[in-house]
């Protein structure tokens, strides 16, 4: 069926260095993607989101990129701080009946910063 | 501004008794209303979302039942806990068409139950 995969479950990263989580995805008919952070105990909160019509997105030191050719999809946050730390999702939009948003999640990747 | 409040925050009950979460949302009118539950350590597995007060679809097949009373109130239950019903439950809510970023969901702190 239809999923959404992380090729990476953990990813370390240097505090001040550049992190990037990828994302796969296989509906080509999905339209719309989100990527969120949840920090443990805590529900996922909304980074940065982009549509299909797009394949780059810059928000404050995140960066979205979307390759429609291969169903790829990279989160890039730029000089990583401790306070990233967190578990990371993509999420692609499926579609739904009528107005609801049926999000499709990925697995996850967790974020470990280090000093 | 809009936000979503969830309860009870944890919550431990033995197999085969109910189960009730309830899910408000304030700031905003007809939202779309959703029951997701993470398994730990996995991704949001969406069990039941709302379009309208007494709207209910089912993603899963499975021991838990969603009901929405009123326009900003969603509610997750059970008659009978299982022990595989352990989990994190979110609950979200989304704008409707032309009223927000379209897609996005915004979720609540979320509820750890165990069922033991």
Not at chain 1, 42 to 69: A, E, Y
Not at chain 1, 103 to 110: A, E, N, P, S, W
């Amino acid at each position: 069926g239809e999923s959404v995969g992380l090729h990476l479950p953990t990813l370390s990263v240097q505090e001040g260095d550049n992190s990037i989580i990828n994302c796969a995805y296989s509906n080509s008919a999905s339209d719309y993607f989100i990527w969120y952070k949840q920090e443990s105990g805590k529900g996922p909160q909304f980074i940065i989101d982009i549509r299909s019509n797009m394949d780059k997105r810059q928000g404050q030191r995140v960066t979205v990129l979307l390759n429609k050719t291969v169903k790829h999809l990279s989160l890039q946050i730029a000089a990583t701080q401790p306070g990233d730390s967190a578990v990371y999702f993509c999420a692609e939009n499926i579609g739904g009946t009528g107005t609801a948003s049926k999000l499709t999640f990925g697995t996850g990747t967790r974020l470990q910063v280090t000093l | 501004s809009q936000t979503i409040h969830q309860w009870p925050a944890t919550l431990v009950q033995p197999v085969g008794s109910p189960l009730s979460l309830e899910c408000t949302v304030e700031g905003t009118s007809n939202p779309n209303l959703y029951w997701y539950r993470q398994a730990a350590g996995r991704g949001l597995q969406l069990l039941f979302y709302s379009v309208g007060i007494g709207q209910i679809s089912s993603e899963v097949p499975q021991n838990l039942s969603a009901s929405r009373p009123q326009d900003r109130q969603f509610i997750l239950s059970s008659k009978k806990l299982l022990l595989s019903d352990s989990g994190f439950y979110l609950c979200a809510w989304s704008a409707q068409p032309g009223q927000g970023r379209t897609g996005e969901l915004f979720f609540g702190e979320g509820s750890r139950l165990t069922v033991l």
